[in-house]
């Protein structure tokens, strides 16, 4: 199970490490609606600038900062989500945002 509290306090560790790579963190999904969920935390990582690096976030940032296992990797519309599985059996899907060049 997700709380609002967990999640938000594991955004704020995360944060820095995912600006550096050019993003922000965002709640989304259940934990965003009802204050909980017992299935998985939904984050949204969102571009700072054009010149973001979602590559460097995908390969190298996140299977860091969460440690869990990437259980899968899809596209959709305008992002890649990945899922991790935690140590602690609890998942999270983060859908990054690729930068849109012009």
């Not at 969460?66 to 596209?75: P, R, W």
């Not at 959709?76 to 983060?94: E, P």
């Amino acid at each position: 199970m997700w709380t609002t509290d967990e999640a938000l306090r594991l955004i704020r560790v995360m944060q820095p490490e995912v600006m550096a790579a050019g993003y922000y963190l965002a709640l989304a999904g259940g934990v965003l609606n009802n204050g909980y969920s017992d299935n998985d935390l939904d984050l949204v990582a969102v571009p700072r600038t054009e010149d973001s690096n979602h590559m460097k976030l995908i390969i190298t940032v996140l299977p860091k900062l969460l440690g869990g296992d990437v259980t899968e990797i899809s596209n959709v519309a305008c992002a890649k989500v990945m899922s991790f599985k935690l140590s602690d059996t609890r998942k999270v899907d983060i859908s990054i945002i690729t930068p849109r060049k012009e």
